[in-house]
């Protein structure tokens, strides 16, 4: 099925059935498509502006550099679907179903992606900066070289996520359950941890300058050279990582985190090293 491109903003079409429906570079903004079925749909470079895609079938759509700014997507079912380099800054996927899909370099700047299902997502080098992932599950799923700047982790589920080199600084991960995720190289000052769930997770080499580690539980995670500050740290340390000073990183009572094989910044020579 294929519709002239041109004239489909503000369309109103709940419930229709758009099964592999060509609408490539369209004009959808402000459409109303809530619970449409556009399964295998080619939505690549079209502009959905503000649209209506609540408890949409988007399985395996194409929606590859899409404009979906401000698009409502709750509880949309997006499995498989292609949405790499697609920009939703401040789209609603409150509990969308997102397992395996392919959100690489995709701009997600400040989404609600509360309760979302993000297993096996491909979010490499994605921007989460800000978002909301509050409880979404994201079991497995690739967040290398993500930002995930101020975002809102508590109680996601990481297990055996890889977050190799992402960018977590101030981001939130009260509860958020990491077992055995993949983190070397992370960005994680001033990120906020209390009571995470970090067993065997890798944390070779991540920055954890003023990072709040309390009642987190580190048994057998690898935190060999991974960065840590105490009152000892410089005051060109801290506000090269914030503007607060002292800025020591926050560990539970009775951790040793020389014992972790952890490495003491003290001055920003030892940033680089």
Not at 34 to 62: D, T, Y
Not at 157 to 178: G, M, T, W
Not at 232 to 253: A, G
């Amino acid at each position: 099925m294929t519709w002239d491109r041109e004239s489909l903003a503000g369309l109103e079409a709940p419930k229709a059935y758009l099964f592999r429906v060509q609408l490539l570079n369209a004009n959808l903004a402000y459409a109303n498509l809530q619970e449409a079925n556009l399964w295998e749909a080619n939505l690549q470079e079209a502009s959905l502006w503000q649209a209506n895609l609540q408890e949409a079938n988007l399985q395996e759509a194409n929606l590859q550099e899409a404009m979906l700014m401000g698009v409502n997507l709750q509880k949309a079912n997006l499995t498989y679907a292609n949405l790499q380099k697609a920009n939703l800054n401040n789209a609603n996927l409150q509990r969308a179903l997102l397992p395996r899909a392919n959100l690489q370099k995709t701009i997600l700047g400040h989404t609600n992606l509360v309760e979302a299902d993000l297993v096996k997502t491909n979010l490499n080098e994605a921007n989460l900066g800000a978002a909301n992932l509050q409880k979404a599950d994201l079991q497995e799923a690739n967040l290398q070289e993500a930002n995930l700047w101020e975002a809102n982790l508590q109680e996601a589920d990481l297990v055996f996520a890889n977050l190799q080199e992402a960018n977590l600084r101030n981001a939130n991960l009260h509860k958020a359950d990491l077992r055995a995720a993949n983190l070397p190289y992370a960005n994680l000052p001033y990120a906020n941890l209390p009571y995470a769930n970090l067993p065997y997770a890798n944390l070779q080499e991540a920055n954890l300058i003023y990072a709040n580690l309390q009642e987190a539980n580190l048994d057998q995670a690898d935190l060999k050279n991974a960065l840590y500050s105490d009152g000892n740290t410089s005051e060109s340390v801290c506000k090269e990582i914030y503007k607060n000073y002292p800025c020591p990183t926050n560990f539970s009572e009775n951790f040793d985190p020389k014992v972790a094989g952890m490495k003491l910044v003290i001055n920003l020579k030892d940033l680089s090293n």
